[in-house]
Structures are given as C-alpha cells and as structure tokens.
C-alpha cells in the first residue's frame, strides 16, 4: 500500500514539477518573438543526450551534454555531439519531410535556437509558446529545463524565469520524440504518418505582470429548441493572472458601441451580460465581431462569432434553425510537398478545396489542426468537427492514458473556445466497444461538458453490422451520451461491393441526431478501368454513387456526412505497390490536387441538397 501511496506522491510530483503552464490564449494578437525560422539539430535516435551507456538516466535528466552550445571547447575535449549550421532544419515543419533520411524517422531530435531579446519593459512577464510539438518536447532555454509536454497537436506554454532570458545569446533546445508508445494518445496503431518535430509556431510571448491569461465569450447555452433573442444573452469568463480581485476588467466591442466593466473576483472572473442587438454568425453570413478584454496594462482581442449551436430532438439547430452538414474529412497534410499542413495558406487551400465540393462542414481527422484552420472556418463560414486522437485501441484501461486524453480535450477546447465554426468537439474515433472503453470515453464526454456546454459533444462510432438482415443499427452504448450520434461506415469498401446499399437501411435507438463521420473507397487519381476493378477512378465513382442513392433513403434524424476523405494522404499502412506506394487513396483529390470521378458525384448531391435544404 505504502508503494503505492509513494508511487502516487511521485506521479503528482513529476506531473506537477513539470506541468506547463495553463494556455495562454489569442497568441496570434498578443506582443511575442517568433523563433520561426532555421534550427540547429542533432538526431539521437539512442538518446544519448538523455542517458548514459548504461541507458541510466543522466544524473541532471535534463539533457545538459546536448543543450550547451560548443561544438568543442579545446583539442583535447572528448565531444561526441554539436551543434552546427551543417544541420539546420526549418521549423515549422516536421522532419519527415525536410530531410530524405527523416522520412520514417520515430525518436528523438534535439532542436537549437539562439536568439537575443531586448526587454523594452522591466515589468513584463515572458513565456515560451509552442503551436505544437509532435509528440513529447522537453524544452531547455540556457541549460534550464522549463518543462515538458505530451501531446502532438496542441499547443502549450512555459513561464521564463525573469532571470533566464538575456540580452544576447539565449539558446533554446527542445528535445523532440515522435516514438509512438502503448500508452500514448494516439496509441501504436494510425492510419496516418508519424510526422515528428516543432510542427507549429515558437514564440517569446511577452505580457504585462497582470494579464488575461484567457477568456471565453459564447451565446448562452439556448432554451432547447429557441431562436437566440434579438439581444441574446453572452456568457463565459475571464482568466487573469496577478489581476488584484476588485481591479477591473473591461469588455469592449467596438462595432456594437458596447462595454462592459466588471470588478475582477480572482483568477477566474465570471461574465454573464445581455449583447445589444447583433448579427449572427452563420455559414451563410460568417460575421465576426472584433472583441477586446482589458484589465490592467493589458488588453488581449479576438475575433468572435457570435451563434447557438445544439442537438434538438432529431434534428441539429444552429441559431434555432434546422441544417444539414455537407462535410469532408480533412487530415492535416499538404499532399503535393507530403508535409503537415500549418499556417493561413494551407488552411486556405485545404479549405478552398472543401468550399470547391460545395462543403458548409469539414471534420479535422483525427487530431488537433492548426490554429490557422479554425480562425479560416470562423471567416469562411465553414462548420467544424474538431477532434482529439483518441483513435482505434487506445489503453482504456490506463488512468494515466484518460489524464493524457484529458489534456489533450482541454488544451484543444481552450485554444478554440471562441471560435464560432467549432460546433462539434470529438472525443475519439472507430474506438472498440467494451466497458472499459465506454467508461473511458464517458469520462471524456464529462470533461468536454464541464469545459464547454455550449458545443455538442460526439465521438466517431463503429457500426454494429447485420443485428438485423440489412438493417445496420448504430447501437454503440456511447450513444447515450453523446449528442450527436456519428458513425463511420464503408459499405462497399471494406467487405461486399458498392451495390450493398441498395439493401441496406440505418437505424439507431437513440433519439438523436444521426450522423455519418466516414464513409469512403481508394482510386488511384488516373486510373481508368470498369467499375469492378478496386482502385480505379471508376470503381470509387460507382460507390459513391450507390452511398448517395442510399442517403436519400436515410432515416429523418440524418443530419449531415462527412465523407473520408478530401485528399490522398500519407499512411505507412497503405503499401499496395501499385496503387498505394505508401499512400491512402481515398481522396475525393489526389495527392497533385486533381478531383477524381467521385468527386463530382459528392459535389452534385452536395448542390442537391444545399438548394433542398437552404429553404
Ligand atoms: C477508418 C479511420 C480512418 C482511416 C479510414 C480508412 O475509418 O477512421 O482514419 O483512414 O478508415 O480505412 O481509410
């Protein structure tokens, strides 16, 4: 018991010594550094800047032989690493891409800025901002360890000692691992490539000594089934930091000639105000508002739409009305440079892509994307299905994997709490029914809700084939608790031929909503052959034209699909030497970016249906 008990103290030590800080929020508009650009780098697939020849850990555990910066001091120095412009690779970015040797590469990769920092403000705050680090980042600046994070799609923040940072010469090291582990999140299994490195933004960020931390302003959860009221009322709070309770905290939008002061009550402030009379955010008209939030020498603005979003009866209200998703799956991947996607273009071009297949939904399979696509959405007025990895045989079992999951949910919920496009958080994918698992997700489901209760909450089930004779029920006990009832489904792919549907019919016993997150065949872009043939253009058009038949047949709480998927994408698991070569050919596009047959048969249902359902 007491081995426990000491492990448990150990656990919360280790977690809490190294435990970042809480996110820092609307980096984009805040005063910050950007350490963008060329690094230096050392490959360590042995860890050797983590442990001695005995695989002990290294007494300091902090990496010291590979943070400082001398590639050898004298002759006589036995140095067996460095760091040199020889090695330099470019972040953001992934390795994979970068250097040909990288491209299956899963282990570590120590990363070296230097960089100098002139401090205008003594009576500012700095911290180090990371968009994401693809999978574990044990960050050093000036041979102190400021922390590490787990976690390969969202973002995550340390506080810089006042001390540490200097005038000239700070150098940065960030130990990155992209091994996939058991125990991770995701686990060993994905159908997709293992991209490994500084994927997103680094930033000095620098904020006064009070700050807004963070800060959510949403439409009040609605009455169900309500229309918002011409003055709807607003709801979230403010998170300060060194903001004395009684200091005041100002809300100002602009356009609407409104402000709101209220008297800070500690770290967290609560707001609950009635908005004067707004436009609503909606695909058809995505208005944003410019929002700024003030206290002390800080003032922190965003770009909010304001909108209600929920799961009513059968049907999916948005501002109380009835819509139906036409959606893609889109994984975060430029195909024609085989890299991860990151920043404003390749959200444009992803999203354009999505508008081009007359597209009001995408689902951001199966992780986190960059903060670049979500903001794109709120302007675009493109719905979004938003997900954390939890994907196939994750460790259910395993209260360490749940807390893992649990920071990657709250890390993915409160960089995009105010985004308008968001309406739908995903707590996994395709994950295999047992207690177990229910519980896991379950708890998942709960924590999403106690972070955000204005966004519907869902998961990507699997099907429960055959209960009855062609009647395929979607009967997964998670969909108790969901509000949004989505299921992934390949008929004619993946067993049988696509003229299965023409038998098939959907239930589900939930009275809710129902959703398809995936449905999907391979083509290889090009190749032309009769329908029959797997991997032809033609065979990929033929199923997509027997799924749309049977959407017209579908039950009266359909609500919207998200076929799989936009783009070819890079997946180790797909090694058909012919038609795949390393590739996942279900794309509606090919990896150049040309549409194949099917995408014409989802662009001509989509039209269909947004002139049937815009009325
Ligand atoms: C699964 C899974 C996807 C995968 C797809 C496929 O449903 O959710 O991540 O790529 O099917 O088999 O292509």
């Given amino acids: 018991m007491k081995r426990i008990f000491l492990t448990t103290c150990w656990l919360l030590l280790f977690a809490s010594s190294f435990a970042q800080e ?3 929020t609307s980096i984009g508009n805040r005063k910050a550094l950007s350490l963008n650009g060329a690094w230096q780098y050392i490959v360590d ?16 555990n902090n990496g010291d032989a590979y943070w400082n910066t001398d590639v050898q001091k004298n002759k006589t120095e036995k140095k067996e690493h460095g760091y040199i412009d020889k090695y330099t690779i470019q972040v953001p970015g992934a390795w994979n891409h970068q250097k040909p040797e990288f491209l299956y590469y899963e282990g570590t990769i120590w990363y070296k800025k230097s960089f100098d920092y002139h401090r205008e403000n003594s009576n500012s705050n700095y911290y180090l901002y990371f968009g994401a680090v693809n999978y574990r980042a044990d960050v050093y600046l000036n041979g102190k360890k400021l922390g590490m994070h787990i976690g390969g799609f969202t ?4 506080a810089i000692p006042d001390s540490l ?18 125990d991770e ?27 807004i931390q963070d800060f959510v302003i949403q439409l009040k959860k609605p009455v169900p089934g309500a229309i918002p009221a011409v003055t709807p009322d607003a709801e979230g709070w403010v998170k300060s930091k060194n903001i004395k309770a009684g200091e005041i905290i100002t809300i100002n939008i602009p356009e609407l000639k409104f402000k709101k002061q209220l008297a800070a009550t500690g770290d967290i402030t609560p707001i609950n105000f009635k908005l004067p009379k707004i436009k609503l955010w909606s695909p058809e008209h995505p208005k944003l508002y410019h929002v700024s939030v003030s206290a002390g020498a800080d003032v922190v603005d965003d770009q909010i739409g304001f909108r209600t979003i929920e799961a009513f009866g059968k049907q999916v209200l948005l501002n109380g009305k009835p819509i139906f998703m036409r959606g893609i799956c889109i994984h975060g991947e430029i195909p024609q440079d085989v890299r991860r996607a990151v920043g404003p273009d390749d959200a444009k071009q992803l999203l354009n ?5 007359g597209c009001n939904m995408v689902r951001l399979a199966h992780y986190p994307h960059d903060e670049a696509i979500t903001r794109l959405a709120d302007s675009l007025g493109i719905l979004v299905w938003s997900e954390i990895p939890v994907y196939w045989t994750i460790n259910f079992g395993s209260n360490a994997v749940l807390n893992k999951a649990k920071a990657q949910l709250q890390e993915m919920i409160t960089r995009d709490h105010n985004r308008a496009s968001i309406i739908i958080w995903s707590v996994g994918n395709e994950t295999p029914i047992s207690q177990t698992r229910t519980d896991f997700m379950h708890s998942l489901i709960t924590k999403a809700k106690e972070l955000d209760n204005t ?36 008929l004619g792919w993946y067993g049988g031929l696509p003229d299965q549907c023409r038998k098939t019919s959907w239930s589900t016993p939930y009275n809710k909503p129902l959703f398809i997150s995936e449905t999907g065949g391979g083509a290889k872009g090009g190749f032309h052959a009769d329908s029959l043939t797997r991997f032809s253009e033609e065979y990929q058009e033929w199923y997509f034209k027997e799924q749309v038949a049977m959407l017209k047949r579908m039950p009266d709480n359909f609500v919207g699909i998200t076929p799989w998927v936009l783009n070819d994408f890079r997946s180790p ?24 047959k099917a995408f014409y048969i989802m662009q001509n249902y989509y039209n269909e249906m947004k002139t049937k359902t815009s009325k």
Avoid at 45 to 59: A, H, N, Q, S, V
Avoid at 577 to 590: A, F, H, I, S, T
Wanted: hydrophobic share 35%.
């Fill in 22 to 24: 809480s996110l820092i």
């Fill in 45 to 60: 697939p042995y860890e050797t800047g983590f442990y001695d020849y005995r695989f002990k850990e290294l007494k300091e």
């Fill in 155 to 158: 973002p995550f923040n340390f």
């Fill in 165 to 182: 940072l200097k005038e000239k010469g700070n150098f940065l090291v960030v130990k990155v691992d992209n091994k996939r582990g058991a």
């Fill in 185 to 211: 999140v995701p686990t060993l299994n994905t159908d997709w490539w293992n991209y490994g490195g500084i994927t997103r933004d680094v930033k000095v960020v620098e904020v006064p000594t009070g700050f």
């Fill in 353 to 357: 892509q999505a508008r081009e297949l």
């Fill in 455 to 490: 966004r519907m909450i869902s998961a990507a089930l699997e099907v429960n084939y055959a209960s009855l004779k062609n009647v395929n029920v979607v009967d997964d006990p998670l969909g108790e608790f969901v509000d949004l009832v989505a299921f992934n489904e390949y």
């Fill in 573 to 596: 698991k797909r090694n058909n030497p012919v038609y795949q070569e390393g590739w996942n050919r279900k794309g509606l596009y090919d990896d150049k970016g040309n549409k194949k």
